[in-house]
């Protein structure tokens, strides 16, 4: 059984930054896509950022290209999200998700992803 775990959440103010940190069990960690979704109150679970298993290819939506950037060490099963620049808008719940069907790289849909996360609240006071 996979467990993905999130942590690294917080209270921040505008422009200010966080990195978010995702655990994962199983030795297979290295073999599988990861991505990072969110939630704000009254909205819909959106994608984020996406990290092929590799590292080598990545994913953005595009209002946190630039300010957002996901990677992962290997070593230590774990996927990060670098966060720079915070918007209020930015405030959600940040999910971490696996991916074991990936095939064509890095996906931005959620059903693609089979384990998930309890979340991570990011709150960005403007």
């Known amino acids: 059984q996979v467990q993905v775990v999130e942590s690294g959440g917080g209270l921040v103010q505008t422009g200010d930054s966080l990195r978010l940190s995702c655990a994962a069990s199983?030795?297979?960690?290295?073999?599988?896509?990861m991505g990072w979704f969110r939630q704000a109150p009254g909205k819909e679970r959106e994608f984020v950022a996406a990290i092929s298993s590799s590292g080598e290819d990545t994913l953005y939506k595009d209002s946190v290209k630039g300010r957002f950037t996901i990677s992962r060490d290997s070593a230590k099963n774990t996927v990060y999200l670098q966060m720079n620049s915070l918007k209020a808008e930015d405030t959600a719940v940040y999910y971490c998700a696996l991916n074991m069907g990936s095939l064509g790289g890095p996906s931005k849909a959620a059903y693609e992803y089979d384990y998930w996360g309890q979340g991570t609240q990011v709150t960005v006071s403007s």
């Open positions: 199983g030795r297979t960690f290295n073999s599988y896509d």
